[in-house]
Nanobody
Framework: VQLQASGGGLAQAGGSLRLSCATAGRTFSTYAMGWFRQAPGKEREFVATISGSGSSTYYADSVKGRFTIARDNAKNTVYLQMNSLKPEDTAVYYC?????????????????WGQGTQVTVSS
């Protein structure tokens, strides 16, 4: 499973960005998909996850109410809409696939990872 993340960039505090993560394959809709991030000098942390059907989502408290995860199974793509960005959201963002379909923020449950996309939020 190859994951290709895109959409990162530079935003001002209070602004918005949308990340995308695309993959190929017919089994995408069976995977739970997640977004994680890693800031310089910090461990990678959970951001959001979505079930295979898209009907269930789960967020880290730090992004709840500001970020929205969504997916389009017809396009084999998962999105992360990030609004009301803060400087502390600055990180490399990674998408990941949980092939067992479990909705979890536990990083080791994810089998495949994208290459990461940089998000920088200026104050």
């Amino acid at each position: 499973v190859q994951l290709q993340a895109s959409g990162g960039g530079l935003a001002q505090a209070g602004g918005s960005l949308r990340l995308s993560c695309a993959t190929a394959g017919r089994t995408f809709s069976t995977y739970a998909m997640g977004w994680f991030r890693q800031a310089p000098g910090k461990e990678r942390e959970f951001v959001a996850t979505i079930s295979g059907s898209g009907s269930s989502t789960y967020y880290a408290d730090s992004v709840k109410g500001r970020f929205t995860i969504a997916r389009d199974n017809a396009k084999n793509t998962v999105y992360l809409q990030m609004n009301s960005l803060k400087p502390e959201d600055t990180a490399v963002y990674y998408c990941a696939a949980n092939t067992l379909g479990a909705l979890t923020g536990y990083i080791r449950s994810y089998d495949y990872w994208g290459q990461g996309t940089q998000v920088t939020v200026s104050s």
